[in-house]
Structure formats: C-alpha cells, structure tokens
C-alpha cells in the first residue's frame, strides 16, 4: 500500500477502490467491536461465569499445591 493506509495502489488502471474503500477501518472495526455488542447485562453475567470458572481453577490449583506438601 502506497501511504499505508489501506486505500490500496495509486495507479490510473484499475478502479481504484483498493482495500480501504476509504471507510476509516484500515484492518477492521477494532478489537473491540464484538464487546460493544453485547449488553450490559449479558456482559455481566459472562463476566461472573467467567471469575466462578477461575475460582473453580485456583481451588484446583490449590489442592494440587497442598498434596505436594
């Protein structure tokens, strides 16, 4: 790409629409684009069964850590 920008050759043939169509995106939304989907709610409930799963792990962990001693 020619400025980097993601607006595609500086040529006289072609269509010139390149990859960026001018949209702004340059490689996509971002990656924040699905979270800003969700609903607050929803994230919140994936949110706690995101940390009851970790806690689940770290018990785990810590049991393995006891049974060394």
Known sequence: ??????TGPNSSSGNGT???LGS???RGPG???ANDLIEPK???ELLQKQ???LER???DLN???MSQN
């Open 1 to 6: 790409m020619p400025r980097r920008d993601g």
């Open 18 to 20: 390149g990859l960026g």
């Open 24 to 26: 702004g995106y340059r």
């Open 31 to 33: 990656k924040n684009f």
């Open 42 to 44: 929803q994230k919140r």
């Open 51 to 53: 940390k009851e799963l």
């Open 57 to 59: 792990k770290l018990d």
């Open 63 to 65: 049991k393995q850590i």
